[in-house]
């Protein structure tokens, strides 16, 4: 083997070197001089803003890589989750099975209420601030919780991120200082915080607190942030441009249009301008859809799809194209957080037992977005806060909670709720409830229903959360009606050779009682109660009209559990209720008292079978346990949609207030077919045994001697249900047909 000469290795190692330099030359041209680049740059305009998701679909199959982002309102929303790692697949699947009807309201399921604050849902239609005499409104629509928690949940990879230049993919998204009426650029802090101020629609969403600063939607004043990212340093600028034109007057057809045109009077004038800084400009032909047609996401997104096909041109132009960009998804997992602290601002008028009592859960053990969530929702649920945030950071390998809470300054609301059934009548309900009134954490609560039976109830209750919590009630009821009882075993009925009597009811209850919640999930209370009853009848011409008017002194216990979805009509859930009460003295109208105990208890579970189709079970029971006694506290069986009292009890087939005994079991099956939104039929069964020591003479296992059967239509309304039924029952020789609507109270 021969070697070169020294000259000609010389021309051999000058030729590798100057291959060399234009393999490098060649490399640093395509990465430093051709790579240029490039800014994408999202404009709000709510639902309309799912177009973006189309275009980053072509974006990324045209092999576009995004070195920074800019967005504002559902721009920042679609941007910031791409920036934090999501492709454009996931988002489509993030949108599309976000239920955006809750969203907007704000939605707290009924399972993270307390019971106080369930009664307040399903009894008031209406919920107004007052202060200095006058009626005030509501700030917004939604506090954004349900967003917010989300968001958080979504962006849990970058949760320690705050800096958002150190995101995978720079961002930046715009707000409104809404006092001083500028724009405040947003590119540091908690990202899901960041995203929810950008999108702080007004009227729609509160404002988000951000660094002493009241911050609303960025489309107020800067609608399309393409200068803020020619500032991070992007070169080429791709802009996807949703918001409207100027619309006519026959377009202005609701409130949400209407505003969205004046909040985009000024940005509209400003766009020619951006338009010119941008390089491939990108409008969907959106300007059928409203920004809250979310009902109509995939047709949006295909809109987004085919405005940046017709670009491809251009882009190809501007950009150095690769291979479809596949972009590591983000993990679909549940992601827990490693909860070593939790800081909470410091309040003036609720104490920290009380918050972490709402927020059930604990520092030192870990928790799920998901129970994160429901604990914020049970906050939000109290109404004692006007703006709740929270970001999670990093703390002793692992994380630490940073709760900020506002409080509520609106210490007085009105609330309103209408209601007519066959046996209360028709009543129109006024509450005034008060709050903070003599100690931290504390509420009142009066009612006072209006029309032909007048009632009231007053409630006053001092929440301790975890703790022991003490309260005060007091409520008075009243009816007038025929009925086939005369809480006497029917003894006044055989005496009068009638089968029914139209008797006066009064009910007049005070009680102190203390509660709390055992093991996060049951409601456990004792108290002693002081009752007055008062039963009189017309029926009788001579002779004393008047069966009962004693008072009575009792102690009491009870333990409930409720998980059910909806009051009215459940889809899913549990309820259980278990109640003791000894009756100790009774002034003796009667001269027939002796000391006894009602136990009484209740268990009932929903459970949809169908997408459209719910079963609900329940089954009741309660006995009488002492001496023979005054029988008015006996159960009392018949009628569907009033509020019960004492020991009255619904029974389809019976007319209200038929049938009564110390002791019974009943059971009762409903099946509910939500024929569309909010529209039920139904059709219930329900079985019962019904007489004196039923549980002793062990006939309660025998085959039921009463039973009813009852067709229903219900609609879910703002003033509560409003139903229909016609109820009958193989032992009676006529059926009964039912009017009920609004909540009951």
């Known amino acids: 083997m021969s070697f070169p000469s020294g000259q000609s290795r010389f021309r051999l190692l000058s030729l590798l070197v100057f291959v060399g330099v234009l393999v490098s030359q060649n490399s640093f041209s395509q990465d430093t001089i051709h790579r240029k680049k490039i800014g994408l ?22 092999g576009v890589k995004i070195d920074y982002i800019g967005g504002t309102s559902m721009g920042a929303v679609v941007g910031g989750l791409y ?34 604050e369930k009664r307040n849902d399903e009894m008031y239609a209406i919920s107004l601030p007052f202060s200095k005499l006058k009626i005030g409104i509501p700030i917004a629509l939604s506090k954004g919780m349900y967003n917010y928690n989300l968001l958080a949940k979504l962006t849990h990879n970058v949760r320690n991120v705050r800096d958002f230049n150190k995101l995978p993919i720079p961002f930046v998204c715009i707000a409104t200082d809404i006092e001083k009426g500028k724009q405040v650029i947003l590119n540091k802090g908690y990202l899901a915080q960041a995203m929810m101020a950008s999108s702080a629609f007004p009227s729609l969403f509160s404002p988000v607190e951000i660094d002493d600063k009241i911050l609303i939607d960025g489309g107020v004043t800067n609608n399309y942030p393409v200068e803020e990212l020619r500032k991070m340093g992007a070169e080429i600028i791709i802009g996807v441009d949703v918001q409207d034109d100027l619309k006519d007057r026959k377009a202005l057809n609701d409130a949400t249009r209407i505003l969205v045109q004046i909040t985009n009077l000024d940005m509209i004038n400003k766009m020619q301008g951006k338009v010119k800084l941008t390089d491939v400009y990108i409008k969907p032909d959106v300007s059928e859809y409203g920004v809250i047609s979310f009902n109509d996401g995939k047709e949006i997104i295909k809109k ?52 972490l009592g709402k927020l059930r859960i604990k520092a030192g053990k870990k928790t799920t977005y998901d129970e994160l969530k429901s604990g914020i929702n049970t906050l939000n649920a109290t109404q004692n806060f006007s703006r709740i945030s929270y970001s999670i950071d990093s703390y002793q390998d692992g994380d630490a909670l940073h709760l900020n809470l506002v409080e509520n300054d609106t210490k007085t609301f009105l609330k309103f709720g209408l ?24 509420v009142l609560s009066l009612d006072m229903a209006l029309g032909d039976n007048i009632r009231y109830n007053f409630d006053y209750y001092i929440d301790n959360g975890f703790y022991w919590s003490f309260g005060i009630k007091s409520w008075y009821s009243t009816f007038n009606r025929n009925v086939a009882t005369d809480f006497r075993n029917g003894e006044v009925l055989s005496q009068l050779g009638v089968d029914k009597l139209n008797i006066d009811f009064s009910d007049f209850t005070n009680q102190a009682y203390m509660q709390t919640v055992f093991i996060q999930k049951y409601l456990i209370g004792a108290g002693i109660e002081y009752k007055h009853l008062k039963i009189q009848t017309s029926t009788i011409e001579n002779g004393d009209s008047v069966f009962e008017d004693s008072n009575y002194f009792n102690l009491f216990g009870h333990l409930k559990y409720d998980s059910f979805d909806n009051k009215y009509f459940p889809k899913s859930g549990w309820l259980f209720y278990g109640d003791f009460k000894t009756y100790l003295y009774s002034s ?74 110390n002791s019974f079991i009943k059971s009762n099956f409903t099946l509910d077919y939500e024929i569309f939104k909010k529209n039920h039929l139904n059709f219930s069964a329900n079985y019962a045994n019904l007489e ?52 009951w109270f």
């Open 692 to 743: 004196d020591g039923l549980f002793a003479s062990g006939n309660w296992f025998s085959k039921p001697k009463l039973s009813g059967y009852a067709f229903g239509y219900g609609i879910e309304s703002i003033v509560g249900p409003i139903e229909v039924k016609y109820s009958w029952s193989p032992e009676l020789p006529k059926g009964y047909v039912w009017v009920s609507a609004g909540f």
């Open 83 to 116: 920036a934090s790692g999501y492709n454009a697949t996931q988002i489509d699947s993030i949108f599309e099975y976000t239920n955006f009807n809750e969203l907007l309201q704000d939605y707290i399921p009924r399972t993270s209420k307390s019971f106080y």
């Open 419 to 442: 209601h007519y059934d066959d046996l209360y009548k028709s009543a129109l309900l006024v509450n005034v409830t008060q709050k903070k009134i003599l100690f931290k954490n504390d």
């Open 304 to 355: 987004g799809e085919e405005a940046a096909l017709l670009k491809i041109g251009e882009i190809q132009k501007f950009c150095n194209l690769q291979t479809a960009v596949q972009r590591q998804a983000v993990k679909d997992e549940v992601y827990k957080i490693d909860l070593k602290k939790i800081d909470i601002t410091e309040l003036k008028n609720y104490t920290r037992a009380y918050v």
């Open 41 to 62: 740059v999202l404009s709000g305009g709510g639902a309309k803003g799912f177009a973006h998701i189309g275009v980053l679909k072509v974006l990324e199959n045209a």
């Open 588 to 661: 003796n109208y009667t001269n027939e008292f002796n000391q006894f105990s009602v136990a009484k208890g209740e268990i009932s579970f929903a459970q949809t079978i169908l997408k459209k189709f719910t079963i609900k079970v329940q089954s009741e029971a309660g006995f009488k346990i002492g001496n023979d006694s005054v029988d008015f506290f006996n159960f009392v069986l018949g009628g569907y949609g009033y509020n019960t009292i004492n020991n009255f009890k619904h029974f389809y087939g019976y007319d209200y207030l038929s049938v009564s005994a």
